[in-house]
């Protein structure tokens, strides 16, 4: 084997790898959609393929097989005995069936244990080596002759030829000419042609010497190409007309049966078998193709299964969504139905977040007044560790429900709410389901997703998140209501007579105080009153404008709004397994179109 031959073959070997990735993405693809029924005939050919592929890229190294294949009497044993130029090499015979195992052909230049490795593929028992040193124009090429699968030892050749089919390179289908059409054969050979590219499948119709030339031409091969593109679904390259026997070296013609005429393409038969495919390079090319070929198939087989469901597919992705759109948007509304008074954390978290960001007299009293809410309630801890929203309302609703707060996390009032959230949800989602489960059952899932549990799966969590959704959009709420209530103009205008009245019990102060002659302790009573009346009447008049804009009653509604809006804007809040094997599915056509590139 020279250099070109091995470079050649290491190119190969990494496109091999190629297309065993490529199906073992395919085939990762289809097992993450286990319900999806077409999935598992394409996985197992998937695969099939694999193997079949890792079968060909094993035997690069070996000789390039071409298999006869045939009916019964069609000439096949002639057909390789005249390539062969050996008349005995496979016995022909007038009694059906001749040939009852397979027959490897070799010439014996080549390495000797190409024809015996293949052989003990094949199961040896079943299988005859053969060579010739005459033959040795049979570099790199084993031909196998093949059993009949049509006569009535059928069943027993059927076995023996596929196992020949599946370690071909190249297959000459061989026919007789005077009886070309025959059906069985043709629909045998159909799915294993699939697996042949063009180049890799001759057809030859043999015993043309008994025809009239130009019936041959006109009629018989124009209509023997027409039935092969049926009955295959693709077209034949060539087909060779040729007389087999006339090339043996003796013919032994009975006298009344003489060839008819010297029309015969025989010699162009054999320069392809020994000149095209006996080349070294072809070899690697070949088995390359026929790999892509089996890569393709299982691609385009998917294709198709995806392409026929898509409609119903993508209709019930669609109403999948759908539903659960609407689905959330009643368990919402469950909730804010189910609202009690667990809210009254709310006002303490308001005048805490006040408290940061409001300054002079009134930032006082606001700090004060949430410090003053704090030890009232009893959470101080909470606040201390400077915990999120969703605790603070925890610790208050388990601090009213029961005397030892040791868990801060439970809110059997938040379990209402959202347990009647989740009741809703469950009532949209199961009214909608029997529709969506034919959708899917028509699109090749399997039926068993009718099941009420299917249509709930991956609710498990749905009361946390939804818990979780909703103390966010409080959060999100008070956030942007205390941002509001601590603009610049509203702090300025509520401290101007807190600090107008300081500023001018000050400046008194600092006055009388430069000059000598000190104020009597009356001011200061007198003072002191006047700037606590002020400070509180301010921070009350405060209070009724937070009240009326940050109410409790206020902020949860808002909160409820910004909640649903936030959930239609979630395409999956809720993750149906079902709908992830369904995205699968109808994403595998993306992944076909990918490889069609
Ligand atoms: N006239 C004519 N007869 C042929 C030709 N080729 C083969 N025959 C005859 O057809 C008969 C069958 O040939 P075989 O080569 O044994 O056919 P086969 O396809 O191997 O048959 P099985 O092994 O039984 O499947 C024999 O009598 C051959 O002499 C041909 O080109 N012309
Ligand atoms: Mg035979």
Same mark, same amino acid.
């Given at each position: 084997?020279?250099?070109?031959?091995?470079?050649?073959?290491?190119?190969?070997?990494?496109?091999?790898?190629?297309?065993?990735?490529?199906?073992? =993405?395919?085939?990762?693809?289809?097992?993450?959609?286990?319900?999806?029924?077409?999935? =598992?005939?394409?996985?197992? $050919? *998937?695969?099939?393929?694999?193997?079949?592929?890792?079968?060909?890229?094993?035997?690069?190294?070996?000789?390039?097989?071409?298999?006869?294949?045939?009916?019964? /009497?069609?000439?096949?044993?002639?057909?390789?005995?005249?390539?062969?130029?050996?008349?005995?090499?496979?016995?022909?015979?007038?009694?059906? @069936?001749?040939?009852?195992?397979?027959?490897?052909?070799? /010439?014996?230049?080549?390495? @000797?244990?190409?024809?015996? $490795?293949?052989?003990?593929?094949?199961?040896?028992?079943?299988?005859?080596?053969?060579?010739?040193?005459?033959?040795? =124009?049979?570099?790199?090429?084993?031909?196998?002759?093949?059993?009949?699968?049509d006569s009535t030892a059928l069943k027993k050749h059927i076995p023996l030829v596929e196992?020949?089919?599946?370690?071909?390179?190249?297959?000459? *289908?061989?026919?007789?000419?005077?009886?070309?059409?025959?059906?069985?054969?043709?629909?045998?050979?159909?799915?294993?042609?699939?697996?042949?590219?063009?180049?890799?499948?001759? *057809?030859?119709?043999?015993?043309?010497?008994?025809?009239?030339?130009?019936?041959?031409?006109? $009629?018989?091969?124009?209509?023997?190409l027409e039935y092969i593109r049926l009955g295959w679904q693709m077209p034949a390259d060539r087909v060779f007309c040729?007389?087999?026997?006339?090339?043996?070296?003796?013919?032994?013609?009975?006298?009344?049966?003489?060839?008819k005429h010297d029309f015969d393409e025989f010699e162009e038969l054999k320069q392809l078998v020994l000149h095209t495919i006996n080349r070294a390079g072809f070899i690697?090319? =070949?088995?390359?193709?026929?790999?892509?070929?089996?890569?393709?198939?299982?691609?385009?087989?998917t294709g198709r299964e995806v392409g026929k469901n898509k409609g119903v597919l993508a209709d019930a992705a669609a109403r999948i969504t759908a539903v659960e759109k609407e689905a959330l948007g009643n368990?919402?509304?469950?909730? $804010?139905?189910?609202?009690?008074?667990q809210f009254l954390g709310l006002n303490i978290v308001v005048y805490q977040k006040l408290a940061q960001r409001w300054l002079g007299p009134m930032g006082w009293m606001i700090a004060i007044w949430a410090r003053l809410l704090i030890f009232g309630s009893g959470i101080m801890a909470v606040f201390r560790y400077g915990r999120p929203l969703r605790q603070v309302i925890g610790t208050l609703s388990a601090l009213r429900h029961s005397k030892d707060a040791k868990s801060g996390i439970?809110?059997?009032?938040?379990?209402?709410?959202?347990?009647?959230?989740?009741?809703?949800?469950?009532?949209?989602?199961?009214?909608?389901?029997?529709?969506?489960?034919?959708?899917?059952?028509?699109?090749?899932?399997?039926?068993?997703?009718?099941?009420?549990?299917?249509?709930?799966?991956?609710?498990?969590?749905?009361?946390?998140?939804?818990?979780?959704?909703?103390?966010?959009?409080?959060?999100?709420?008070?956030e942007r209501l205390t941002g509001k209530l601590s603009g610049l103009l509203l702090q300025i205008l509520f401290n101007?007579?807190?600090? /107008?009245?300081?500023?001018? *019990?000050?400046?008194?102060?600092?006055?009388?105080?430069?000059? /000598?002659s000190y104020l009597p302790g009356d001011f200061f009573m007198h003072a002191f009153w006047a700037i606590g009346i002020i400070l509180f009447l301010s921070f009350f008049f405060l209070q009724l404008c937070i009240r009326a804009a940050a109410g409790t009653g206020r902020i949860t509604a808002r909160a409820f709004a910004r909640l649903k809006s936030q959930l239609e804007q979630v395409n999956e809040f809720n993750h149906n397994p079902l709908k992830t094997q369904l995205d699968t599915v109808l994403g595998l056509e993306a992944l076909v179109e990918s490889n069609r590139q």
């Open positions: 084997m020279n250099l070109d031959r091995h470079t050649a073959v290491l190119k190969a070997m990494g496109k091999i790898e190629g297309f065993k990735n490529d199906l073992r =993405r395919l085939n990762s693809e289809l097992g993450h959609a286990p319900l999806w029924l077409p999935g =598992r005939g394409l996985e197992t $050919q *998937c695969g099939e393929a694999v193997r079949m592929i890792e079968d060909i890229a094993e035997r690069f190294e070996h000789k390039l097989v071409v298999t006869l294949v045939g009916p019964s /009497g069609s000439g096949k044993s002639t057909l390789l005995n005249a390539l062969a130029g050996v008349d005995d090499l496979s016995k022909i015979g007038h009694r059906r @069936p001749t040939t009852d195992h397979l027959i490897v052909f070799s /010439g014996d230049q080549g390495d @000797p244990n190409d024809a015996g $490795q293949l052989a003990e593929a094949l199961d040896s028992e079943i299988v005859e080596t053969r060579s010739n040193p005459a033959a040795d =124009r049979f570099e790199h090429v084993l031909l196998i002759d093949t059993p009949d699968t196992r020949a089919i599946k370690k071909s390179d190249m297959l000459i *289908c061989v026919f007789d000419a005077e009886n070309p059409k025959r059906r069985d054969h043709v629909d045998f050979l159909a799915p294993y042609i699939r697996k042949f590219s063009g180049e890799s499948l001759v *057809c030859v119709l043999n015993k043309c010497d008994r025809l009239d030339a130009p019936e041959l031409k006109d $009629q018989i091969v124009p209509d023997f040729i007389s087999a026997r006339r090339n043996l070296k003796e013919p032994d013609w009975d006298e009344t049966a003489a060839p690697v090319d =070949r088995r390359l193709e026929n790999a892509e070929r089996l890569r393709d198939f299982v691609f385009e087989e368990a919402v509304s469950g909730m $804010q139905a189910n609202e009690t008074r439970e809110d059997p009032e938040k379990d209402q709410r959202t347990a009647a959230a989740l009741r809703n949800y469950r009532l949209v989602v199961l009214a909608h389901w029997p529709e969506i489960a034919k959708s899917l059952v028509q699109g090749g899932f399997d039926s068993s997703i009718r099941k009420v549990e299917d249509a709930l799966a991956g609710t498990d969590g749905f009361k946390d998140r939804l818990a979780f959704a909703w103390t966010d959009a409080l959060d999100a709420e008070i101007i007579p807190a600090i /107008g009245i300081l500023g001018y *019990c000050g400046w008194l102060t600092l006055l009388t105080f430069f000059s /000598g």
